[in-house]
């Protein structure tokens, strides 16, 4: 059985989402039978020896999480060297003054200028987290846009339908608003989704099977 570290620690602002998306995501592992979770707002886990025993990390975080640099470093080598990491919507909002933890997201958190419904366009229907999904759909999202982020460096698998929105609120010269990636760090790989803000989504059998297959393939589980 894989076992996945899922860290809810708020640092920053704390979302009410946190004790829906626990128990969704213990659920997911219980119903798959692929996967335990051990669920925490502490992060104490996050140091060498602990990390061993885990296939995979999910960070639902905010702000400067409370550990030690040496904890920091244990943590980004322990997916260099093949632990999976998933991220899920403020997991960008995370680690600011930790400048490797935004290279191994691929970016951070840069401002929601969109609280509403929006449209989404699904790059890559042929991942695992996105296959079960049509080319276009709508959802109630607060809908971040990212600082150093880039698409030279990730693999984007659902982006912002920008013709849904209100570009100039925008805050990238490019519009390019990725809502969904996935790529490789060193040994391990890392998903990362945005959507996740409202509570209600948690129990949308779409974001449930987009998020349990972006951690089966973080976990490398075809």
């Known amino acids: 059985m894989k076992k996945l570290l899922m860290i809810t620690h708020s640092a920053g602002f704390k979302h009410d989402y ?3 998306a626990r128990k969704t995501v213990e659920e997911l592992g219980n119903k798959s039978g692929i996967f335990d979770v051990v669920a925490t707002d502490e992060c104490d886990l996050l140091n060498r020896e602990d990390l061993k025993k885990f296939d995979a990390i999910l960070f639902a975080t905010t702000g400067e999480l409370p550990i ?3 904890q920091k470093m244990d943590f980004i080598n322990a997916i260099r060297n093949g632990i999976g990491f998933i991220g ?3 997991a960008a909002d995370t680690f600011y003054k930790f400048p490797e933890y935004g290279r191994m997201l691929g970016g951070y958190f840069h401002s929601h200028p969109w609280t509403q419904e929006v449209a989404v366009i699904v790059e890559d229907r042929n991942h695992q987290a996105t296959r079960h999904l049509p080319e276009r759909f709508t959802v109630k999202e ?3 846009t990212f600082r150093d982020w ?5 693999h984007v698998l659902i982006r912002l339908d920008n013709s849904s929105v209100d570009l100039s609120k925008g ?3 490019d519009n390019d608003y990725a809502l969904c990636w996935c790529h490789s760090y060193g040994e ?8 996740g803000h409202f509570k209600e989504i948690w129990s949308e059998k779409w974001f449930q099977i987009h998020l349990l297959n972006g951690i089966l393939w ?5």
């Open 18 to 20: 946190l004790p829906v």
């Open 68 to 70: 030690s640099d040496e």
């Open 88 to 90: 899920v919507h403020n």
């Open 142 to 144: 607060e809908i971040y």
């Open 150 to 154: 880039s698409r030279d460096k990730t």
């Open 171 to 173: 805050t990238r010269p």
């Open 188 to 195: 391990g790989r890392v998903f990362y989704t945005a959507f």
């Open 218 to 222: 973080a976990m490398k589980v075809s």
